[in-house]
């Protein structure tokens, strides 16, 4: 007989792994992957596959250089890479969407240690990184091919938060357009029923639970509409439907208990609608989900979960 | 109300309608002095002496101790030390047996006629706690004012997998049950009697209410089959509401929760003077032959209940005593059936391969499925970077290792083992503590 192996208990586990996880998110974001294909054509398609692939490319290849062991198998990197192509416009030439995956996984991943020990999001920071250092290129919402391209001028211009920062609201799209998607935008953040698609599977597969996407959404309406804007479009808005149900749910940089995520999503709603209305940039939710990541550890302290019967410390 | 945690654990009940079947006599038995939590018994046979079943071998040693009888006739061997599971010595006595199974002369039940007497009659039976705790039951039932008092709960929940020896004893010994309900009543005069049953059981919660419907202040509840029903706190929130506050005991909320087979235990000890010398086991897992319940005499080796279930196929990589939630891993097929082992379980190489542990995701599962309430991943992160005062903060005292945390973990971190080491570095930074003020005190 062989040795017996003594461990520690349980020595039974569930199915779920990392990678799993990674799989259902990649899954989740595939309609509005469909979505953009469609909406904007079929270069959408090669800056997401672009960054799908060059994010676990760069990852391998400084965990090789570093002799490190290889992680890209557990598809984070890939879903890091699906997140920022969805926080670019269609046009965005691939050499500076590399600048993008490198400032992602290296500056705000690797260096800090890799998976699980990033403080800020990596696909909203790379963005962050990409915005300042390519203004005009982020902000290029030009865009053709798409099935829509010429029904829509809408499509070729502003978005609409630029629209409405401008004063121009009679230009904006109907509200059939922002759900569908067919508006100017990131080519990922455009779609509403794709995104809340993706965030039904998500929710169903209890990879995320509602309360930041649900505190995100319901801040940005109810300040929004408080301020005197049209709720419903600030909500269908900008990159809010991504950020709530893909960024502000990331498990690493986001609190893990209901109260904690609760006051994620409220402090990343109220931000959001701050720079919004008063910011000199037009959308704010990356900023403030980069905000709340920072704040994220405080957080977490103060909302730490009551053990049950535990005393007051 | 509180929603607590837990696991959907898979159930693999396959042997509930197995009869045990008593195993034939094993050549030779060993009996711990410690099977209980508590001092270790102290031996009073020594090489050479001739046993019979039921006769003291060890006494109790103190208030919180227990006990201990021969399982099997025959003589002595040797008292010495071995290595128990827990990795550490523990005295034993080695009785090799002559087959015959012949009852101590003494053995005569004993006279219960009020509660003193009842309690005593507990202590001497040998009784511990045996849903796996191994609490000296007569400890637990030694109340200053029995008064306050108001719930016992009958715990059958048994929610580990695999295990079934609970269930057995509610099927097989419901009789026993009913009459260690009306005893408890009669002696400790406590009001509410709960039978706890998970609703995978049904046969059982219906044989159970056949009585408790006929009698009053007697219940059985039936609990969601959710792993840790059957945890002592968790048991208590569930039935009455009452939460047991960090530091105290269900006493202290009018609780005392007993096993099952505890209490059939005591009624076989109180009706023919025979101690506990014999377990129901569960005898189940991927390289066991032939799964099944099996009656073993305390003592008897590993090895002999499997070999009574047809043996052991393939390559057995993992052998437990317990379930797989919270059973120990033995190190060897020689380890004693203990008082309060309810389940064997062995396992092949592809059962018992440790999933690789990937870095912790934060994904927050092991919070949302501790029934304690507690945030495991932070007791990780404090014990890594070496801050007893988290530990402290976080509350590592008020966990119970049901394991749901790492049960649930998709990076397949082994939580309970940094919850166990987290335990020790603050006891130790405790100690230290405690040295360190002392001397300042005595330099004062």
């Known amino acids: 007989m062989n040795e017996l192996l003594v461990s520690v208990s349980p020595h039974i586990r569930d199915g779920a792994t990392t990678r799993g996880i990674m799989r259902d998110v990649i899954i989740a974001l595939a309609p509005a992957a469909a979505a953009s294909v469609i909406i904007f054509g079929a270069r959408a398609a090669l800056v997401v596959a672009f960054c799908a692939v060059a994010c676990p490319l760069l990852e391998a290849a400084y965990e090789k250089a570093l002799g490190r062991k290889a992680t890209a198998g557990d598809l984070s990197a890939c879903v890091t890479g699906v997140l920022l192509a969805f926080n670019l416009p269609v046009g965005i030439p691939l050499w500076k969407a590399f600048v993008g995956c490198a400032a992602a996984i290296i500056l705000v991943k690797q260096l800090f240690g890799g998976l699980g020990k990033n403080f800020a999001n990596p696909a909203i920071t790379a963005r962050i990184v990409m915005l300042l250092a390519f203004p005009a290129a982020m902000a290029a919402w030009a865009c053709g091919g798409g099935l829509f391209g010429e029904t829509y001028d809408a499509v070729t211009g502003a978005t609409p938060l630029t629209m409405i920062a401008q004063g121009n609201t009679g230009a904006l799209p109907p509200l059939s357009a922002m759900l569908l998607g067919v508006r100017g935008g990131c080519l990922g953040e455009t779609s509403a029923v794709a995104l809340a698609l993706g965030g039904v599977y998500l929710l169903a597969r209890r990879v995320?639970?509602?309360?930041?996407?649900?505190?995100?959404?319901?801040?940005?309406?109810?300040?929004?509409?408080?301020?005197?804007?049209?709720?419903?479009?600030?909500v269908l808005s900008g990159g809010l439907l991504l950020g709530a149900i893909f960024m502000a749910t990331d498990y690493v940089t986001t609190p893990q208990t209901a109260a904690g995520r609760l006051v994620f999503g409220l402090g990343a709603g109220l931000i959001?609608?701050?720079?919004?209305?008063?910011?000199?940039?037009?959308?704010?939710?990356?900023?403030?989900?980069?905000?709340?990541?920072?704040?994220?550890?405080?957080?977490g302290r103060l909302t730490a979960k009551k053990a049950f019967g535990g005393a007051d410390a | 109300m509180r929603k607590l945690g837990g696991v959907r654990a898979p159930h693999r009940k396959g042997t509930a309608a197995s009869a045990p079947e008593r195993?034939?006599?094993?050549?030779?038995?060993?009996?711990?002095?410690?099977?209980?939590?508590?001092?270790?018994?102290?031996?009073?046979?020594?090489?050479?002496?001739?046993?019979?079943?039921?006769?003291?071998?060890?006494?109790?040693?103190?208030?919180?101790?227990?006990?201990?009888?021969?399982?099997?006739?025959?003589?002595?061997?040797?008292?010495?030390?071995?290595?128990?599971?827990?990795?550490?010595?523990?005295l034993s006595v080695v009785i090799e047996s002559?087959?015959?199974?012949?009852?101590?002369?003494?053995?005569?039940?004993?006279?219960?006629?009020?509660?003193?007497?009842?309690?005593?009659?507990?202590?001497?039976?040998?009784?511990?706690?045996?849903?796996?705790?191994?609490?000296?039951?007569?400890?637990?039932?030694?109340?200053?004012?029995?008064?306050?008092?108001?719930?016992?709960?009958?715990?059958?929940?048994?929610?580990?997998p695999y295990i079934t020896s609970d269930t057995r004893t509610m099927l097989d010994e419901t009789e026993l049950l009913e009459e260690g309900a009306l005893l408890l009543g009669k002696y400790l005069g406590v009001k509410n009697i709960v039978f706890g049953v998970e609703s995978n059981k049904p046969e059982p919660i219906s044989r159970l209410a056949e009585f408790t419907s006929r009698r009053d202040g007697m219940e059985v509840r039936t609990l969601p089959a959710m792993y840790p029903q059957g945890g002592e706190k968790v048991l208590i929130y569930q039935i009455t509401g009452r939460?047991?506050?960090?530091?105290?005991?269900?006493?202290?909320?009018?609780?005392?929760?007993?096993?099952?087979?505890?209490?059939?235990?005591?009624?076989?000890?109180?009706?023919?003077?025979?101690?506990?010398?014999?377990?129901?086991?569960?005898?189940?897992?991927?390289?066991?032959?032939?799964?099944?319940?099996?009656?073993?005499?305390?003592?008897?080796?590993?090895?002999?209940?499997?070999?009574?279930?047809?043996g052991l196929k393939g390559d057995v990589k993992k052998v437990l005593m317990g379930g797989p939630m919270m059973g120990i891993a033995a190190p060897s097929l020689?380890?004693?059936?203990?008082?309060?082992?309810?389940?064997?379980?062995?396992?092949?190489?592809?059962?018992?391969?440790?999933?690789?542990e990937t870095p912790c995701i934060r994904c927050g599962r092991c919070v949302s499925h501790c029934p304690m309430g507690l945030m495991p991943l932070e007791f990780e992160r404090a014990y890594r970077l070496k801050k007893p005062e988290l530990l402290e903060r976080y509350k590592v005292n008020l966990c119970m290792e049901c394991g749901c945390?790492?049960?649930?973990?998709?990076?397949k971190r082994m939580l309970v083992q940094y919850i166990k080491l987290s335990?020790?570095?603050?006891?130790?930074?405790?100690?230290?503590?405690k040295a360190a003020a002392e001397r300042k005190e005595a330099a004062v």
């Open chain 1, 272 to 299: 959001t609608v701050i720079i919004r209305a008063y910011g000199s940039y037009p959308e704010g939710v990356s900023f403030s989900i980069l905000l709340m990541n920072i704040l994220t550890p405080y957080i």
């Open chain 1, 208 to 234: 995320i639970t509602w309360h930041a996407p649900a505190a995100f959404i319901l801040t940005v309406f109810v300040f929004s509409a408080l301020l005197g804007r049209d709720p419903v479009y600030q």
């Open chain 2, 98 to 160: 002559d087959g015959e199974q012949t009852p101590h002369d003494g053995l005569r039940a004993p006279e219960v006629n009020d509660m003193k007497s009842f309690l005593g009659a507990v202590r001497e039976s040998g009784v511990v706690g045996l849903g796996g705790a191994g609490f000296p039951t007569a400890v637990k039932l030694t109340v200053k004012d029995i008064s306050a008092v108001d719930y016992i709960l009958i715990n059958g929940a048994e929610c580990e």
């Open chain 2, 23 to 90: 195993i034939p006599i094993p050549p030779e038995v060993r009996l711990p002095m410690s099977m209980h939590i508590g001092a270790p018994a102290k031996p009073v046979v020594k090489a050479g002496d001739a046993v019979k079943v039921g006769q003291l071998i060890g006494e109790a040693s103190g208030f919180v101790s227990s006990p201990v009888h021969a399982s099997v006739s025959g003589k002595v061997k040797r008292v010495d030390e071995y290595d128990a599971v827990t990795g550490l010595g523990a």
């Open chain 2, 243 to 310: 939460r047991v506050p960090e530091g105290k005991l269900p006493l202290d909320v009018g609780v005392v929760v007993l096993n099952c087979t505890t209490l059939t235990a005591i009624v076989k000890y109180i009706k023919t003077g025979m101690p506990l010398v014999s377990k129901c086991v569960t005898v189940d897992g991927s390289a066991v032959v032939k799964p099944g319940n099996v009656v073993a005499p305390i003592g008897a080796p590993l090895s002999s209940l499997f070999e009574f279930c047809g």
């Open chain 2, 405 to 411: 945390c790492a049960y649930s973990c998709p990076a």
């Open chain 2, 334 to 356: 020689d380890m004693p059936v203990l008082k309060a082992t309810n389940a064997a379980l062995a396992f092949s190489e592809k059962d018992a391969r440790l999933p690789e």
């Open chain 2, 423 to 433: 335990k020790i570095m603050l006891r130790e930074r405790q100690a230290a503590d």
